[in-house]
């Protein structure tokens, strides 16, 4: 269901195209933050939509004037002539289950913050370290015993109100998520993997989509954020290409897999710890 104002506009863009739509070979719409309703739409009217990665693209050096209208004559022509970086429009009926496990990330990553505000409180102020499992189950009783002072005891109590909200939050998603979707094949061999469990495993799938559309490992992995975006010419480091080329979500889901295998697989924990001793603590885990 698209919402009445994205609708309304749609309607408008559909109508305006309909005296040309026999000739229309192609749509380019680029990739923006907010492109799901116009990609839909248009899909729907049965027009051949292409997706525009701006990431990779490069106007000509030489212009000097540029405007919305002269980039969509750019898109055009890049698309005639066949040299258009395309991003992958996922599809729409599990794009939702997508963008829920998104939101269950953030809402993670919100929860660490606190987590982390938590420990650092007590540390600064009893000497006390706390580990991430006892803050995350830190009762009223106990925070009142660490403190003396009420206007500590209200920060750490804030703090583990916030989690609690967390852990509800993040516990709803996750119900829904295993209640609605399976992992399909070959995402199952994921789960074979120590440190990834289910959640990880769907989270992993679903960001990935269909795996046929990686020609090779080196494209999956440079999806996934796991391939240096350094440029070398003899030995040295001329430049850098652009770091944020990829999936995000990706490149945390593999992470956090790695961080999850060093905790429960021995051989993994030796071999990172050996990696570390060579390069740093963030080479060895992506390593």
């Known amino acids: 269901m698209i919402p009445h104002f994205h609708e309304d506009r749609l309607v408008v863009i559909l109508k305006e195209l309909e005296p040309f739509k026999k000739e229309i070979q192609g749509i380019v719409v680029e990739s923006t933050y907010n492109w799901y309703w116009l990609v839909d739409g248009l899909q729907e009217a049965k027009y051949k939509v292409h997706l525009a990665n701006p990431a990779e693209m490069q106007q000509y050096s030489g212009a000097k004037y540029t405007d919305d209208k002269w980039d969509s004559y750019w898109l055009a022509h890049m698309l005639r002539l066949g040299i258009l970086p395309e991003g992958y429009i996922y599809p729409k009926e599990i794009r939702p289950i997508r963008d829920l496990l998104r939101k269950r990330t953030m809402l993670v990553r919100h929860r660490t913050a606190h987590v982390l505000s938590l420990q650092n409180m007590v540390n600064r102020n009893t000497g006390r370290k706390l580990k991430v499992n006892d ?19 209200m920060a750490v109590q804030s703090d583990k109100a916030v989690i609690d909200f967390f852990n509800e939050q993040i516990e709803s ?35 990935t989509g269909d795996i046929n559309r990686f020609p090779t490992v080196s494209d999956y992995s440079s999806y996934c954020r796991c391939v240096s975006s350094k440029k070398i010419s003899n030995g040295k480091k001329k430049g850098e290409g652009n770091k944020k080329n990829g999936n995000k979500y990706l490149a945390w889901a593999y992470v956090e897999a790695a961080n999850f295998m060093r905790r429960y697989s021995e051989p993994a924990r030796s071999w990172h710890q050996r990696k570390a001793s060579k390069t740093n603590q963030i080479v060895a885990i992506k390593a």
């Open 173 to 207: 998603i996750e119900t829904v998520v295993q209640k609605e979707v399976k992992l399909w094949y070959p995402y199952e061999e994921l789960l074979t993997v120590p440190g990834i469990g289910k959640i990880l495993g769907i989270t992993i799938m679903l960001e």
């Open 135 to 153: 803050a995350k189950r830190l009762g009223e009783e106990k925070i009142s015993k660490l403190f003396e002072d009420g206007h500590l005891i």
